[in-house]
């Protein structure tokens, strides 16, 4: 159902990104300034990355299967990673445009209505970009994020352009125009370069943030008071799928089914703070002095189980 509505939202940028474009570059036909044209040249590249994003969260939603075990979710990585890639190529052809029109200046023309209609265009945005924000905070999904992310980007450029070229309006410098075209593609590096970062993380199996192992070991350190402990946790995230694995030192006389609650116990309380996840424990007797030999890291209780 989640990865239904996904998809579903996703359709939503599209149609935005198809009316932007025409906006802008209606508004830089209208007036002629290079800024607004990086502008729409940067709601281009927002409508291919929506459709790449679709096509991902399609991919994504497919089952596990035989040669996919667990699952596709990791193809959420690479459609941000390429939108992050074509943001970076977008900024170079954004900047060796504005670099010839310092070298050539041209007038700019009907300013306020340009303006006014980039104005509309960045509206539209904001909107749209909210509603993925939403959406991706209850669903967990970096493509979804990463869409909004971008959109508000593409707003904050926008604005930047139309306060820009309404004091290039104001005070006759035309050079202001190249000029904000230089800023927009600066503005453009930094998300397109956090996007591949972010993208690379998950491809590479990067750990959860600081604050979701935080809270995992402190869900397994309060049962060493139970005589359990643990080692060698290791955390790991695939699209909006977590995966939590470890091993569970126990008093070796406890029974299998004493053991197995335990766990159930465990992995309803870390789901209980961090959502679904995959957890797998690894159990072992912790009396057994070769269970502690595997580079255990993580808190121990051995010293407190001993006494």
Known sequence: MQATRRRRVMALPIGAALITLGLKFWAFLVTGSVAILSDAAESLINLLTA???LVALEVAARPADATHPYGHEKAEYFSSGVEGVLILGAAVGISLEAWQRIWNPAALGSLPLGLAIATLAALANFGVAQVLLRVARRQDSITLEAHAR??????????????????????????????????????????GARLVRRSTHGLMDYTLPDDEVQHIEAILQDYAE???????????????QRFIDFHLLVPGERSVQETHDLCEEIEADIRGQLGEASITIHIEPWEDPVAWQDGAEGYSAQDELTE
């Open 51 to 53: 459709i790449m994003a």
């Open 150 to 191: 971008h959109l508000l980007t593409d707003v904050w450029t926008t604005g930047g352009v139309v306060v820009g070229l309404g004091a290039a309006w104001w005070t006759g410098w035309a050079w202001l125009d190249p000029a904000i075209a230089f800023l927009v593609a600066l503005n453009i590096v930094v998300s």
């Open 226 to 240: 139970r005589g359990a402990t643990y080692h060698r946790l290791r955390t790991r995230r695939s699209g909006t």
